[in-house]
């Protein structure tokens, strides 16, 4: 579902950073730091996403006074046309989003619920030990729609239906499939192809479209109309909640249109550590991003730079602090609104120190207890943007697994996601599956100030890579003094196996993944050291990014090097 083997993931990823030779961990002679472009630099605005034609969507936005906001939402609603193997209004949304006038910093969780009438009784009645992976039990309410308006509300200012025109237009006219896109729509509709809609909507002609292909969806164009004419209230309570509520009754689902009609988003505080003199924000759970504050909260007691990037000190020291950081997702991370997290203990320098303590600097551990503080897969979009008046938006939205649960109301003309598969069927987990609940979230928007003001909004798709990836990320830049396009390109890590909030245990040590830029001199080391370092290519995510120089006026996009998309600026 998120490990997509069809392509070269590692791309020029792979070569990314030639620090100095081999006793930095690189094949490469010494030379300059490469990336796979220069980054974008412009002073009016900015937008980074996964799909050139979005980026231009919101660009046009941006042009026309829209808000950073209404740019986000604009390229948003394309992605979930053009992009329907990441996102879709079917699925959930998460943002932060930075107000130059307020000089203030808010988050948004835009997830939906499970249905009431779905209890856990039933999974244990079906004799099952985790929810599915398809199909109709996996099916939560789909929060993106709401967030959208949420958004609006607060920071939008031009209308809705200029919003979703560009997307209506496309929709209706179509448009070319990118590369990447198509490899992963090709791959996924097999494994959906026998639920209803799904072939109607998503396989034309009897086929996935292919690269370069038009596809056109004219269902969702219509559906995209009415909630452009209709508001929120056109998809939770209209005439699109009634087709879901009917099309999950004929599939034996539980989602009804109750559940639709009471749906709410909900605005939180992000939560911070500081790194080195830069506060890192995500937001609390239901989502899994203080997974990267507590990776930076460890990394930041060794020397880092001292390390060198790609070196065997630094990614075994990397590894185990994403194992450690992991046990506690597996713990603790759930709905607060049905579990008192320990969020304050969890991201503090103390509890960092004692966790920092199990590391051992010359092994790699088998497992780790989960903290005393008293997933792998999914697919995804990440946009960032930013407008003229200083505003910036890190908008993360997602139907879990690729094209969803398979649940396709045709007439729609989109899936919904199965993000439900992420509760645990563990009686007294924090995540354990009750009606009306948010399941345990992979996707986090992330953002930086410096000096409180604001210096970087990114994010990394790709489901358990994210917290991970995050923190690669901002000690590029900050340790390893990478630009922005660079700290993209530069070959990632990714381990695997650790414990989830679904019930499974590390007990192996877990798998490393390594792209192509990593010498084969570190990875002998690290198998040394007891590291499951394997031979197999797994998805390393996908990375858009936004700097703010405040000192010039200017912005630095950046977008990632291993998918289709593209960072543009005016």
């Known amino acids: 579902p998120e490990i997509c083997m069809k392509r070269t993931l590692s791309l020029l990823a792979g070569l990314a950073v030639s620090m100095?030779?081999?006793?930095?961990?690189?094949?490469?002679?010494?030379?300059?730091?490469?990336?796979?472009?220069?980054?974008?630099?412009?002073?009016?605005?900015?937008?980074?996403?996964?799909?050139?034609?979005?980026?231009?969507?919101?660009?046009?936005?941006?042009?026309?006074?829209?808000?950073?906001?209404?740019?986000?939402?604009?390229?948003?609603?394309?992605?979930?046309?053009?992009?329907?193997?990441?996102?879709?209004?079917?699925?959930?949304?998460?943002?932060?989003?930075?107000?130059?006038?307020?000089?203030?910093?808010?988050?948004?969780?835009?997830?939906?619920?499970s249905p009431q009438s779905l209890t856990l009784?039933?999974?244990?009645?079906?004799?099952?030990?985790?929810?599915?992976?398809?199909?109709?039990?996996?099916?939560?309410?789909?929060?993106?729609?709401?967030?959208?308006?949420?958004?609006?509300?607060?920071?939008?200012?031009?209308?809705?239906?200029?919003?979703?025109?560009?997307?209506?237009?496309?929709?209706?006219?179509?448009?070319?499939?990118?590369?990447?896109?198509?490899?992963?729509?090709?791959?996924?509709?097999?494994?959906?192809?026998?639920?209803?809609?799904?072939?109607?909507?998503?396989?034309?002609?009897?086929?996935?479209?292919?690269?370069?292909?038009?596809?056109?969806?004219?269902?969702?164009?219509?559906?995209?109309r009415m909630i452009a004419d209709g508001g929120r209230d056109a998809f939770y309570k209209g005439d699109i909640a009634r087709s879901i509520d009917a099309y999950m009754a004929e599939q034996g689902g539980?989602?009804?249109?109750?559940d639709m009609a009471a749906h709410t988003s909900e605005w939180v505080e992000p939560v911070s550590t500081r790194y080195r003199g830069y506060d890192v924000y995500e937001l609390p759970p239901n989502g899994q991003g203080i997974v990267a504050l507590q990776m930076l909260n460890i990394l930041e007691g060794y020397d880092i730079r001292s390390m060198g990037y790609g070196t065997t000190a630094y990614l075994h020291t990397l590894i185990e602090a994403k194992k450690l950081a992991y046990e506690d997702r597996a713990r603790y991370y759930a709905d607060p609104d049905f579990y008192n997290f320990p969020v304050d203990t969890l991201v503090s320098k103390e509890y960092a120190a004692e966790r920092r303590a199990l590391i051992d600097p010359t092994r790699a551990a088998?497992?780790?207890?989960?903290?005393?503080?008293?997933?792998?897969?999914?697919?995804?979009?990440?946009?960032?943007?930013?407008?003229?008046?200083?505003?910036?938006?890190?908008?993360?939205?997602?139907?879990?697994?690729?094209?969803?649960?398979?649940?396709?109301?045709e007439e729609l003309g989109f899936q919904l996601q199965n993000r439900g598969q992420l509760f645990s069927l563990q009686d007294g987990h924090a995540n354990v599956y009750e009606p009306g609940k948010r399941p345990f979230h992979t996707i986090i928007p992330a953002f930086v100030l410096k000096d409180g003001k604001p210096w970087l909004s990114f994010g990394v798709m790709g489901g358990s890579m994210q917290p991970q990836a995050h923190a690669q990320i901002i000690v590029n830049l900050v340790d390893f003094d990478m630009n922005l396009q660079e700290a993209g390109d530069a070959a990632r890590m990714r381990h695997g196996?650790?414990?989830?909030?679904?019930?499974?245990?590390?007990?192996?040590?877990?798998?490393?993944?390594?792209?192509?830029?990593?010498?084969?001199?570190?990875?002998?080391?690290?198998?040394?050291?007891?590291?499951?370092?394997?031979?197999?290519?797994?998805?390393?995510?996908?990375?858009?990014?936004?700097?703010?120089?405040?000192?010039?006026?200017?912005?630095?996009?950046?977008?990632?090097?291993?998918?289709?998309?593209?960072?543009?600026?005016?």
């Open 497 to 570: 196996g650790s414990s989830q909030p679904t019930d499974e245990v590390m007990t192996d040590g877990g798998r490393v993944y390594l792209e192509s830029g990593i010498s084969q001199a570190v990875r002998d080391e690290l198998v040394a050291m007891g590291h499951n370092v394997s031979d197999q290519r797994a998805s390393m995510g996908g990375y858009q990014a936004i700097i703010r120089d405040d000192v010039r006026g200017v912005y630095f996009g950046a977008s990632e090097s291993r998918k289709d998309g593209q960072a543009a600026g005016y």
């Open 366 to 409: 088998r497992s780790y207890p989960a903290g005393d503080a008293v997933l792998e897969n999914g697919d995804t979009i990440y946009l960032t943007v930013a407008d003229a008046d200083g505003n910036m938006v890190s908008l993360i939205q997602s139907n879990y697994g690729d094209l969803g649960s398979g649940m396709t109301p």
């Open 121 to 224: 009784q039933h999974f244990r009645d079906l004799g099952m030990q985790s929810i599915p992976y398809l199909g109709p039990l996996t099916v939560s309410v789909p929060g993106a729609v709401d967030g959208w308006y949420e958004l609006h509300g607060r920071y939008g200012r031009l209308p809705m239906s200029e919003l979703l025109e560009p997307s209506i237009r496309y929709a209706e006219e179509g448009f070319p499939v990118t590369e990447f896109i198509a490899d992963l729509w090709q791959e996924n509709v097999e494994s959906r192809k026998d639920f209803p809609g799904v072939k109607e909507v998503f396989m034309p002609g009897g086929a996935a479209p292919k690269t370069g292909d038009v596809f056109r969806n004219p269902n969702l164009a219509n559906t995209y």
């Open 20 to 113: 100095t030779a081999a006793s930095q961990g690189f094949d490469r002679p010494v030379g300059e730091p490469f990336a796979s472009r220069s980054e974008v630099i412009a002073t009016n605005g900015m937008a980074a996403t996964s799909q050139p034609l979005a980026t231009q969507i919101a660009l046009d936005i941006l042009k026309k006074g829209g808000s950073a906001v209404d740019a986000a939402i604009a390229a948003n609603a394309a992605l979930g046309l053009m992009e329907p193997t990441g996102c879709g209004i079917g699925g959930d949304l998460f943002a932060i989003v930075w107000d130059a006038r307020k000089k203030e910093l808010t988050g948004l969780n835009a997830s939906g619920r």
């Open 254 to 258: 539980f989602l009804t249109y109750e």
